[in-house]
């Protein structure tokens, strides 16, 4: 899993690559939190290179999602492959997370 990060004037995007597992939901959690102590308006995560995520790595983004209300910041999911889509639905956790197709829509 890799990580770029971009900010554009008051928020911050995360564009995530490769596998969150139980081993990289750790080192993901560290980034979304260290981005988020600087307090973006906006938190937009762009998932188009996440080729599989598990329980592990839905429960960092969920963690991340509390944060940004704590911040009154907004969290934004984008670009997901139907594979990841298939996971939030399952977990009916489109109804929780703000999910748009692409990221200038976030």
Known sequence: METKITHHEQNT???ISGEIDMHKASPLRKTLLDELSKKPKKLVIN???VSFI???GVATLVEALKECKRLNSTLVLCEMNEKVKDVFELARLEKVFT???KQ???
């Open 99 to 101: 999910i748009v197709a």
């Open 47 to 49: 998932l188009k290179e």
């Open 13 to 15: 995007v995360v564009a």
């Open 104 to 106: 200038d829509e976030a």
């Open 54 to 56: 598990d329980s592990s």
